[in-house]
């Protein structure tokens, strides 16, 4: 299974985007799914996860802010961010956990999406 991100662009400071994740195959196997943000010259670290029954996780910074979200019918996942900060800004990346009886548990990544964030 493949992911393909996008989505990403350059926003002013307190608009927003939706960024989004295909797979190229169902997504409903995954245990979880989730976001990453990579700043430049800092660690990539979680931004929002979602598991395959609907829990979901948020970083600090984006919570109120941020909706993570998955159409399974459409081997997709969201994330909409709003009231976007100019530390919002890195190169997103989507992920994707198999269960431990799939794949040996292996997590798979997409490419980046870009998102700037102008003050």
């Known amino acids: 299974v493949q992911l393909q991100a996008s989505g990403g662009g350059l926003v002013q400071a307190g608009g927003s985007l939706r960024l989004s994740c295909a797979a190229s195959?169902?997504?409903?196997?995954?245990?979880?799914t989730g976001w990453f943000r990579q700043a430049p010259g800092k660690e990539r670290e979680l931004v929002a996860s979602i598991t395959y029954d609907g829990n979901t996780e948020y970083t600090d910074s984006v919570k109120g802010r941020s909706t993570i979200s998955r159409d399974d019918a459409k081997n997709t996942m969201f994330l909409e961010m709003n009231n976007l900060r100019p530390d919002d800004a890195g190169v997103y990346y989507c992920n994707a956990k198999y269960p431990p009886y799939l794949s040996n548990g292996r997590t798979i990544w997409g490419q980046g999406t870009l998102v700037t964030v102008s003050s």
């Open positions: 195959a169902t997504i409903s196997r995954f245990i979880a």
